[in-house]
Nanobody, 118 residues
């Protein structure tokens, strides 16, 4: 059983910063990629940032230069540093890992709310 626990969401003013964390636990043999997605009300879930193991980090155009993804392989954790936040960044943020447990598949966190408002 693989579980992902996210933390770090909250309410922040425009221009502010937040750091999201996601820790994976359980019977994980290999993590191939880790990433963050978000879903705003009435919109589809979209990729925010992804970091393959040993590959090129990928960011959505809307967050380039403001958000930074990082991972700690020893801790099976992924982070998202979000700076210069805008109201349009308001969404539920989900972490996802592509990992091998009983087989290779995607695992999702429960989501954490980020609200950017004055």
């Amino acid at each position: 059983q693989v579980q992902l626990v996210e933390s770090g969401g909250g309410l922040v003013q425009p221009g502010g910063s937040l750091r999201l964390s996601c820790a994976a636990s359980g019977s994980i043999f290999t993590i191939y990629a880790m990433g963050w997605y978000r879903q705003a009300p009435g919109k589809q879930r979209e990729l925010v940032a992804a970091m393959p193991s040993g590959g090129v980090t990928n960011y959505a155009d809307s967050v380039k230069g403001r958000f930074t993804i990082s991972r700690d392989n020893a801790m099976n954790s992924v982070y998202l540093q979000m700076n210069s936040l805008k109201p349009e960044d308001t969404a539920v943020y989900y972490c996802k890992i592509d990992a091998w447990s009983t087989g290779r598949r995607d695992y999702w966190g429960q989501g954490t709310q980020v609200t950017v408002s004055s």
